[in-house]
């Protein structure tokens, strides 16, 4: 196990292109499928009144 | 805020978060939107089984990569949807414009098996700890730490990353990150 971990420095330069690959997916429109099917299922299972009411 | 919102309501929050998890684990956006889709059935049917007060991202993404992992058992699929990505080669070298430093980025992350995959956008990118991927994953907090060590030191050779000398500009993970953060007005 000698260096494998590689440096703060490495690691951090690593991270920040990961949040932005990943974020750039996240900023993307979600397809209108999603919607759709939501509503769907608020249709079809309602959502339970968890202890809030009105 | 979303920690008051009522459950089915505080999914929806999350959908672009997931959405992004299941495109880094499939690497193919239409097969990810149905993934998602399984997981916003899932979660929506069983949401009475969510424990208001705890981290329904982490609930949303477990949920998520358990439905990926038991359709790759069920198809034995192991590599067979990609966007042609995967195979595209990183410029020979590295190029002047941001957009394309993070495209060289993204194939980069695209060759890493799917545990690293998984486990860098987990920690990595998504701030989950190595405590919580772990248990969302279902295995040690060392695999978990040994995962994403491998998975960035691997990025770190295919983007030519110098480990020893200092960062230079030139560097192409540099350079995605830079330009990318130049582009946005904060």
């Not at chain 2, 295919?158 to 030139?170: A, C, F, K, R, S």
Request: a negative charge; hydrophobic letters at 35%; proline letters at 5%.
């Amino acid at each position: 196990m000698t260096k494998n971990e590689p440096s703060e420095k490495v690691k951090e330069l690593i991270d920040a292109n990961l949040r932005r690959v990943f974020s750039e997916a996240a900023e993307e429109d979600l397809p209108e499928r999603f919607r759709d099917l939501l509503a769907q299922l608020k249709e079809t299972q309602p959502p339970q009144d968890s202890g809030q009411e009105q | 805020m979303t920690a008051d919102l009522p459950p089915e309501e505080e999914l929806v929050t999350h959908l672009p978060a997931l959405r992004a998890f299941a495109i880094s684990l499939t690497r193919n956006k239409s097969t990810a939107d149905d993934m998602v889709q399984d997981t916003i059935v899932k979660a929506w049917t069983h949401i009475g089984k969510f424990q208001p007060g705890t981290n329904m991202r982490a609930w949303l993404f477990t949920i998520l990569r358990n439905t990926f992992y038991s359709d790759r058992r069920k198809s034995r699929r192991e590599v067979a949807d990609i966007d042609g990505v995967i195979t595209a080669k990183l410029a020979e070298k590295p190029a002047h414009d941001g957009r394309l430093q993070l495209q060289d980025f993204k194939r980069a992350f695209d060759t890493l098996p799917v545990e690293q995959r998984e486990t860098l956008i987990l920690v990595g990118a998504s701030g989950f700890s190595y405590e919580e991927a772990a248990k969302m994953c279902g295995v040690a907090v060392g695999t978990i730490k040994s995962r994403a060590n491998r998975g960035r030191k691997r990025l770190s050779e295919l983007m030519h990353i110098d480990e020893d000398g200092p960062v230079e500009l030139t560097d192409r993970a540099t350079m995605a990150v830079v330009a990318s953060n130049s582009g946005t007005s904060f």
